[in-house]
């Protein structure tokens, strides 16, 4: 398994969840780019670190230099790369990126042969895996059914499974609802961290993140009282209003504002009224007299799913989680 940690282990802290899966041991950890390779690295944590975006020129020497793993998507970066591990006197594994539909990175399929020829011959490079993505796996499955044939399709035609130690071309939604021929390593992300980007698959897992607040005032409005920035919510009757410490300030996002955002005190759901703000938003609890300052309050968690507010905002899982910012501090259980 390659672990995709990449932004922040998408939101739920590098450092800390990257160690988890070193521990566990990971065949890689997924980044995006040197930054985050670089505080793996400072952090001591032991475990391969592969490159799923390209890179500068100017950070190719200390990724040689570290022994991270790129994927190659031109023959100019691999030139580069070789050029830089014989100066060092080393020989660097990369994958080989083949474009079968993502459109982002990697050779175009129909190329390959001839890349994977030219690249053989450079010594400063050992060509240890391939690697393809995948666009629509979560929407489009004739589409992603033709991408697997065709990613087996590609091995077989460069000399079968023995020409790569590391075949890949899974992200969260391939593996749960595919089955990957001729691959031998999965790049899950969102899946690692208990969501599901196919609904049906929801209850394998299990949602690592809860995101939690706390009321942080109540009182009570008259009837004919506007709720918020814009005032798109007006009272209708006296109306007991509990203040939340939270906002898109800490990432939970601003948009859901009008698709009846709902939150989770005291065993009951209650709606946000108004805008979203920066650092504050507000919720209705004219019905739960017993709900007081300081409560607990999810926001999404064991009983509203992030896709829930994903959905809302419209927008994505990998979205929302992604943009939960500093401000709010992680726990660790
Ligand atoms: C982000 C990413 C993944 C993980 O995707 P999920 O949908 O979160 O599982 C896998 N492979 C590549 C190349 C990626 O960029």
Redesign the pocket.
């Known amino acids: 398994m390659?672990a995709?940690v990449?932004?922040g282990a998408?939101g739920h802290g590098l450092e800390e969840v990257a160690r988890v899966f070193a521990d566990a041991g990971v065949a890689f950890l997924?980044v995006?780019n040197v930054g985050e390779a670089r505080r793996i690295a400072q952090a001591g944590i032991e475990c391969r670190i592969y490159l799923?975006?390209a890179s500068w020129s100017e950070e190719r020497r200390e990724i040689v230099e570290r022994g991270w793993t790129p994927?190659i998507s031109s023959l100019a970066e691999a030139q580069d790369f070789d050029a830089r591990a014989r100066a060092q006197g080393k020989i660097l594994a990369v994958h080989l990126a083949v474009d079968t539909g993502?459109g982002?990175g990697g050779f175009v399929a129909e190329n390959v042969p001839t890349v994977l020829a030219e690249l053989q011959q450079l010594r400063g490079l050992y060509i240890e895996g391939i690697?393809s993505?995948?666009p629509s796996?979560?929407e489009d499955e004739e589409f992603t059914r033709g991408q697997f044939a065709q990613f087996a399709r590609i091995i077989e035609e460069l000399g079968g499974e023995a020409t790569f130690a590391w075949r890949?071309l899974?992200?969260?939604?391939?593996?749960l609802g595919y089955a990957p021929q001729h691959c031998n390593l999965a790049?899950?992300?969102?899946?690692?961290y208990g969501i599901s980007?196919l609904a049906a698959q929801q209850g394998m897992l299990r949602p690592a993140m809860t995101l939690k607040s706390r009321v942080t005032l109540i009182r009570t409005l008259p009837a004919g009282h506007g709720v918020s920035y814009g005032r798109s919510f007006i009272t209708t009757r006296p109306t007991r209003v509990a203040t939340i410490g939270m906002g898109y300030g800490d990432g939970y996002p601003r948009h859901v504002s009008g698709h009846a955002p709902r939150v989770f005190v005291r065993g009951l759901y209650f709606p946000i009224i108004g805008r979203v703000t920066m650092d504050q938003m507000m919720i209705d609890v004219t019905e739960a007299p017993d709900i007081i300052e300081g409560d607990e309050v999810e926001l999404f968690g064991p009983h509203i799913p992030v896709q829930e507010v994903a959905q809302k905002a419209d927008t994505i899982a990998?979205h929302v989680l992604t943009g939960i910012t500093a401000r709010v501090v992680r726990r660790y259980v």
């Open positions: 390659m995709v990449k932004a998408y997924g995006a799923l975006g994927c993502m982002r690697g993505h995948l796996a979560d890949h899974a992200n969260s939604a391939g593996l790049r899950p992300g969102l899946m690692l980007p990998w």
